[in-house]
């Protein structure tokens, strides 16, 4: 007989924060702060679990802006706006619910349940990372400045953490580690739906985003071993995306027909696509695989592969394309040019839910 032996690795944890690891350039600064104002006054939140997890995220990124500005009176009045759109989800009295399903024992969105094409599938487990990983950051940033809130409603959370990326096995009421696939390298999003093509996974990012708001959450509710899975699960995941999600020319695991893309969008369990669920293009492959724009950004989206990568995704912008989906675009060149980034991002009229011009100017201005 042959025995198999398993050896181990050792995960280096990001150097993780909250906010940028420098400053916002001090002759924009006042730019900044001007736009985050007018930006705090867009408050409204979408009734499904990803849309509102993204517009979540949206004014808890102002929050996190406001601190590094040195305006707390700012960050207070996101979070603010924070408290009451979590609160119709906390009491269970909105049009949209997070329920506790008995049969494959996780928290689905009730619409998901009852139509499985809605929440994005949601209701059938897909994509539970990405929704809730946008809950979870947002409620970091809410817990890091509102200890009183956070004691009252963590529970809550600790369930959507555990409904994610649960540890143990011994856990009656989830499963371990429902979306890492720690052979594969990184997560997927497919739940119960079958394809002929295996599991699959779109946005490496939104992946990333869900562990970098697992270990903020537990950092900002004092729970170590939280903050520690989320620290692992992050550095894991992000391994795995870079390897089989972006190309070089000096790095690829594809062929040059796809490796030319430098960009995946999806990654299958036996092909992989440069196309998205929603759209054809890289503009859509690619972009899906930035977002959000956070302090760990800067980590996937380096300077070396941003250099073979954005020509191709220039090339890609038609007119057709929205100025939701340009303004990522501008913010990816602003890691290899963030002066003509600054001027590009002007001529924008509207951002993606999850998005801002507050956000956008931040990233630009904290580039080294």
């Not at 993204?54 to 706006?81: G, H, S, V, Y």
Request: hydrophobic share 40%; net charge negative.
């Amino acid at each position: 007989s042959t025995q198999s032996t398993w050896g181990t690795w050792t995960e280096n944890f990001l150097d993780i924060s909250w906010y940028a690891p420098r400053p916002i350039a001090s002759n924009r600064q006042a730019a900044v702060l001007a736009q985050l104002q007018v930006d705090l006054k867009f408050t409204g939140m979408a009734p499904d679990t990803y849309g509102f997890g993204k517009d979540a995220c949206r004014i808890a990124r102002l929050a996190l802006i406001a601190e590094e500005l040195n305006r707390p009176d700012l960050a207070e009045q996101a979070r603010t706006i924070l408290i009451s759109a979590f609160e119709p989800w906390l009491s269970g009295s909105g049009t949209d619910a997070v329920m506790f399903d008995t049969t494959w024992f996780g928290t689905p969105p009730r619409v998901g349940l009852q139509d499985k094409t809605q929440d994005f599938g949601a209701g059938y487990y897909n994509d539970h990372h990405f929704h809730f990983g946008y809950w979870l950051y947002a409620a970091a940033v809410l817990a890091k400045g509102n200890s009183s809130w956070a004691d009252a409603h963590k529970q809550k959370f600790v369930s959507l953490a555990r409904d994610i990326a649960n540890p143990s096995r011994n856990d009656p009421y989830f499963p371990k580690f429902r979306h890492t696939d720690f052979y594969a390298g990184h997560s997927w999003a497919a739940g119960l739906f079958t394809f002929s093509d295996g599991r699959n996974q779109e946005s490496s990012s939104e992946a990333q985003n869900a562990w970098y708001g697992l270990a903020l959450f537990g950092n900002a509710i004092g729970d170590a071993t939280i903050e520690g899975i989320g620290k692992m699960l992050l550095a894991h995941e992000q391994r795995g995306n870079i390897r089989y999600w972006h190309s070089t020319n000096a790095r690829s695991v594809y062929p040059e027909g796809f490796a030319k893309s430098k960009c995946v969008g999806m990654v299958w369990s036996d092909k992989v696509d440069t196309n998205t669920w929603f759209g054809a293009g890289a503009v859509f492959g690619h972009g899906i695989n930035m977002i959000p724009f956070t302090p760990i950004s800067e980590f996937y989206l380096t300077k070396d592969w941003v250099t073979e990568e954005y020509p191709v995704v220039l090339s890609a912008i038609q007119s057709s394309t929205t100025d939701s989906w340009k303004g990522f675009i501008y913010m990816d060149h602003a890691v290899i040019d963030a002066d003509a980034a600054w001027t590009e991002i002007q001529t924008l009229k509207t951002f993606d839910d999850g998005n801002s011009m507050t956000n956008a100017m931040w990233w630009i201005s904290t580039r080294p």
